[in-house]
Nanobody, 121 residues
Framework: QVRLIESGGGLVQAGDSLRLSCEASERASEFYAMAWFRQAPGQEREFVAGTSRTARYTGRSVKGRFAIFRDNNENTVALQMDDLKPEDTAVYYC????????????????WGQGTQVTVSS
């Protein structure tokens, strides 16, 4: 069973940067799409960014501020978040899926436990 472990969350101020990391327990990153989602209280889980072997995608609400990076040799995927805003406050989840990058959470079979990101104004 593939496991995903996120790290790097925390409390920051608006305008700051933060880098989240997701480590896969096996070589899942060679065979799966990897993505980041986030979920704020009372809201649906939202696609943030995703990467396949050949392409990277960024959600509309974070385009130009967030970027996803993947290292297949180390089985990690990172989310670089710049110019953070209070509305970015959420639990961020790493996910792995068997097909290409999709924005629907149901397209991913493996999820991490999540890491909290809080942005103060």
């Amino acid at each position: 069973q593939v496991r995903l472990i996120e790290s790097g969350g925390g409390l920051v101020q608006a305008g700051d940067s933060l880098r989240l990391s997701c480590e896969a327990s096996e070589r899942a990153s060679e065979f799966y799409a990897m993505a980041w989602f986030r979920q704020a209280p009372g809201q649906e889980r939202e696609f943030v960014a995703g990467t396949s072997r050949t392409a990277r995608y960024t959600g509309r609400s974070v385009k130009g501020r967030f970027a996803i990076f993947r290292d297949n040799n180390e089985n990690t995927v990172a989310l670089q978040m710049d110019d953070l805003k209070p509305e970015d406050t959420a639990v961020y989840y790493c996910a792995a899926g068997p097909r290409g990058v999709v924005t629907d959470p149901s397209g991913y079979a493996v999820w991490g436990q999540g890491t909290q990101v809080t942005v103060s104004s």
